[in-house]
């Protein structure tokens, strides 16, 4: 869902699968302190889960869309 939603809005992304790279679950559950997916760190601020309301607040706050 996220990644069609950052399609839509024309917002550069890399989607990582956690399933299959160790390491970069590891990471976001440092940077969440969550086992929850998504895990969508957007410039600093990182959101757990497709929350658009926050997605759409930190996007236009970084000045990203």
Do not use: C, N
């Not at 996220?2 to 917002?11: E, T």
């Not at 989607?15 to 969440?32: L, N, P, Q, T």
């Not at 759409?56 to 970084?62: F, Q």
């Amino acid at each position: 869902m996220a990644k069609a939603y950052f399609d839509k809005l024309g917002v550069k992304y890399k989607d990582v699968d956690v399933e299959r790279d160790i390491s970069a679950a590891k990471e976001a559950v440092e940077k969440s302190g969550q086992m929850g997916v998504p895990v969508i760190d957007i410039d600093g601020t990182v959101i757990v889960g497709f929350d658009r309301p926050r997605i759409d607040t930190t996007l236009r706050d970084k000045k990203l869309v």
